[in-house]
């Protein structure tokens, strides 16, 4: 089992950058392939970013590709989102989870078993 603790969210104008942290227990954290998603208010949980266990794989959907992206240090149990060039559209709570151990990048949020509590992220235009 894994725990999930985000931080980095707060409040940034339109074009500007945040890098949400994903901080991880345990001596297991590199079997883990991490996602991040997000919410917005009365919007249903968004995929984000997702990365597999070793860094060397990575994917994202149309909507961040180019602006987002996710790393990982294996030797600080923790993982990155770096976000550019921001949207007011990109507002919302972002979470990171984890799958289950050995498996694979998945975009489904139904496929990861362990989250964290979210952090906030605020654009204004």
């Known amino acids: 089992q894994v725990q999930l603790v985000e931080s980095g969210g707060g409040l940034v104008q339109a074009g500007g950058s945040l890098r949400l942290s994903c901080a991880a227990s345990?001596?297991?954290?590199?079997?883990?392939?991490i996602g991040w998603f997000r919410q917005a208010p009365g919007k249903e949980r968004e995929f984000v970013a997702a990365?597999?266990?070793?860094?060397?794989?990575?994917d994202y959907p149309d909507s961040v590709k180019g602006r987002f992206t996710i790393s990982r240090d294996n030797a600080k149990n923790t993982v990155y989102l770096q976000m550019n060039s921001l949207k007011p559209e990109d507002t919302a709570v972002y979470y990171c989870a984890a799958r289950p151990r050995f498996l694979t990048i998945s975009q489904r949020g139904s496929d990861y078993s362990f989250w964290g509590q979210g952090t906030q992220v605020t654009v204004s235009s």
């Open positions: 345990g001596r297991t954290f590199s079997t883990y392939t």
């Open positions: 990365i597999n266990r070793s860094g060397g794989s990575t």
